[in-house]
């Protein structure tokens, strides 16, 4: 990829720990805990390991609960007291499980040393610590192939599981281990590969291998059905994620001299959270939602068919950075950064500026795929003409598991003695298919 000098990577990536022990087989995705200095990992052996990332040690490993790989899993948001993790399954099933959170303050946060254990538990925990620790609390049955992704709503009401049999399924819990289906949507033509809630709104995105990408939410304080469809991706859609309710410091503090950067606010604040999607077309692309009150306009992929549709724009192609399939995409709620992954095992950093207010009406790229006019790579991706901000690659790490592809990228808060004192820092995970997950700082 060509690049000039004043787009070139300003930032590295550096490995900061590999977490240990490693899996013994394909480490699928990695979660963090809520506000607890954990990790969950889960494989294809059928396990879901728990990680310090005060240590980077094992604290427990969770098995028994399912027959063939688990390949998603999610905490539960809102809990004090009480962890519950959910995992999904390519033996169609979907577990639900759940541990005391013993010296648990009021604002939630452990008073123990996690480099012990969780718990009261050590990190050579036997089968029947293990037991003691976390408990199967329930299966929910209902998927008739394998279950992608799991994910639950942002009151933790809600719980999204999808599946290769073409399905989402919504479950509310309504009781103590007592789930209840109150949703099946059926409208994706291929294998649905993810499924993310909106970070305030009882709003789903799911991603498929159909290309597509839909949104769900309640229509009529009963049925659930699709109320968008975001078509742009050529190829599957890997991963979906949502950006943070607060946009970033950078993009707030500024000097506006023509009113573009205001009027681009005021836009993000009228249509609320972006979404960003990742493809095996090797892209990564934003989407924006059209405030209902706006004058329709001939925007590339929207789609509205009645008046339950919401109308979402592509908004832009970040710069193409991966030369093969993007599996996971994650945008951090703190500092506003992206960061991906994908098959050809490289790690690449994001970040969205502010242009200079002579950029403003002059893009560089065509606002589709990072591509210059005269057909060469950018490392710089470009909105409609006229917006006032740009995507740039800040940060990019080739073989960060040697031969292996990464499977999933995330971002979660810095907890180990590498913390620069009073910074609120955050550590990149990736998960490989040799097993082994990995925390990365970006030094920039």
Known sequence: MSSSDSTSPSARISLVSALSPPSLARAWLSAPHPHLPLLATCASDKTVRIYSLTSFT????????????????????NLKNESTLATGSFDASVGVWRREDEGANESGLRELDFTDGVGGVGGDNDDEDEDEEWRFALVLDGHDSEVKSVAWSAGGNFLATCSRDKSVWIWEEVGDDDYETIAVLQEHAADVKTVAWHPEEELLASGSYDDDIRLWREEDGEDWGCVGLLRGHTSTVWAVDWEGLQLPSRLKDYADGNGERQRWLDRRENSGPRLISCSDDRSIKVWRRRPKERTPQNMLSTIRTDNNMEEWDEEVT??????????????????????????????????????????????????????LEDGSNSKVAHEEAGAPTEWVVVAELDDSHEVFEVNHVCWAPRADKGKAEGVDEEVIVSSGDDGVCKSWSLDT
């Open 58 to 77: 094992q604290l427990s490993v969770i098995a028994g609960g399912h027959k063939r790989s688990v390949r998603s899993c999610a905490w539960k948001p």
């Open 318 to 371: 970040l710069p193409t950075a991966h030369e093969r399939a993007v599996y996971s995409v994650s945008w951090s709620k703190k500092t506003g950064r992206v960061v991906s992954c994908g098959s050809d095992g490289r790690i690449v950093v994001y970040e969205e500026r502010w242009k200079s207010n002579s950029e403003v009406h002059a893009p560089r790229g065509n606002g589709t795929n990072g591509i």
